[in-house]
């Protein structure tokens, strides 16, 4: 048989294609008025569907691109902060080696070596330290002069003679001049 055969139809005499498998599907599809507003049905509910999830979609790419550019914006925000706290380090660097020699200017009794820190509170704690040191070393100097301290004027030369008697006077003078 040929595909493209009709054949007539005994009941009302019509012709009519016989059904092959490509035809008996799109006849299967025709099917009744209430089985094709049933497919209508079902396809609006799908396309109402479809409709929806490509909203959902749109809204969903919409918010990715809002915070890919807020991230690229705070990723400058990042970059532009840790700029200045580089530059903010560098001043404050700055400051504390000034402050360290102005300590070591305003403070000469303090050997220069002891005075060191990398900021201004160890530079502060190395000058009270420094100072604590010389005024221990100074304390202990002047202990040590006070002790060997010779009295001005002429040294004695020989006996003192104040508080002798006058016998005692003239036994000190005899004795002095090598007699007995």
Do not use: C, F, W
Not at 30 to 42: D, H, N, S, V, Y
Not at 115 to 126: L, Q
Not at 129 to 145: C, F, Q, R, Y
Not at 163 to 173: H, P, Q, R, V, Y
């Amino acid at each position: 048989m040929e595909d493209n055969q009709t054949q007539e139809d005994p009941q009302n005499g019509t012709q009519q294609t016989p059904a092959t498998p490509e035809t008996q599907g799109t006849q299967q599809t025709q099917g009744t008025p209430e089985t094709q507003q049933t497919l209508k049905a079902q396809l609006e509910e799908e396309q109402k569907a479809k409709s929806a999830l490509e909203e959902a979609i749109a809204e969903k790419d919409a918010r990715l691109t809002a915070l890919e550019t807020a991230l690229s914006e705070e990723k400058q925000g990042s970059e532009a902060s840790a700029a200045e706290l580089a530059s903010v380090k560098e001043a404050r660097d700055q400051a504390v080696t000034k402050y360290l020699g102005m300590a070591k200017a305003a403070n000469p009794h303090v050997p220069g070596d002891m005075i060191t820190g990398e900021t201004i509170e160890e530079i502060d704690a190395s000058v009270e330290k420094g100072k604590g040191l010389v005024a221990a070393v100074k304390k202990t100097l002047e202990s040590e002069a006070a002790a060997a301290k010779v009295p001005a004027g002429a040294p004695t030369r020989g006996e003192s003679t104040e508080g002798m008697s006058s016998k005692e006077l003239i036994a000190a003078g005899i004795k002095q001049q090598g007699g007995s």
